[in-house]
Each structure stands twice: as C-alpha cells, then as structure tokens.
C-alpha cells in the first residue's frame, strides 16, 4: 500500500504565498508522475500541475507564472510553491502520483487525503 500525506495548507491574505508539501511512503518501486489538484466547494477537482519523473512541468493555465512545482525524488515528496494567491484559489488541494509498487507491477494512482487552502482578508 501507498500513502500520500501532504502538509503547508492555511490560511493566507490575497498576494499572500504558502508552499504545499506531500511525501510518498508504503510500498515504492518507482513514481512516475506526481502532481497536485484542487477542488473548490461546488466544484469538480481540477489539475493545477504536474512534474513527470523526466520532463518538463505541466501547469494550467490560471496559476501559471505564480505556482511553481517541484519534486524531491529521493524523499519522494512532491512541492507546490504558491505566490500571489487569489480567493479564487481557495479550495481543497490534493497531492496524487502515479506508484509502481514493485519492478515489473503495474501502475497505480493514488491520492492524498487533501489540505484546505483558505485566501481571504
């Protein structure tokens, strides 16, 4: 079994920053692609970005020049660096990567338990 823990979630001011964090542990082979989702109340969950184990960043349209992501492989931890947040941003974000469990396996999503962002005054 896989868990996804992510942390860094709060409350901020609008142009306010906060940096999300989510670390993989269980049974790892390998990480394929990690990434990060949001879903606001009344919403569906969306994309905000993704990092591929090799490649280039993948980030939607309405963060882009403001959120950054990362990954650290060797902690197995997947960042979300965010600036200039808006309210609109405010949702519930969820860390999710894509885990091979032993050589050979098959691939499987998984998916954090998710941590509230708040950008109000």
């Known amino acids: 079994q896989v868990q996804l823990v992510e942390s860094g979630g709060g409350l901020v001011q609008p142009g306010g920053s906060l940096r999300l964090s989510c670390a993989a542990s269980g049974s790892i082979f390998s990480i394929n692609a990690m990434g990060w989702y949001r879903q606001a109340p009344g919403k569906q969950r969306e994309l905000v970005a993704t990092?591929?184990?090799?490649?280039?960043?993948n980030y939607a349209d309405f963060v882009k020049g403001r959120f950054a992501i990362s990954r650290d492989n060797a902690k197995n931890t997947v960042y979300l660096q965010m600036n200039s947040l808006k309210p609109e941003d405010t949702a519930v974000y969820y860390c999710?990567?894509?885990?091979?469990?032993?050589?050979?396996?098959?691939?499987?999503?998984?998916w954090g338990q998710g941590t509230p962002v708040t950008v109000s005054s």
């Open positions: 990092a591929p184990s090799g490649g280039s960043a």
């Open positions: 999710n990567a894509d885990v091979r469990s032993f050589y050979g396996g098959s691939w499987r999503s998984y």
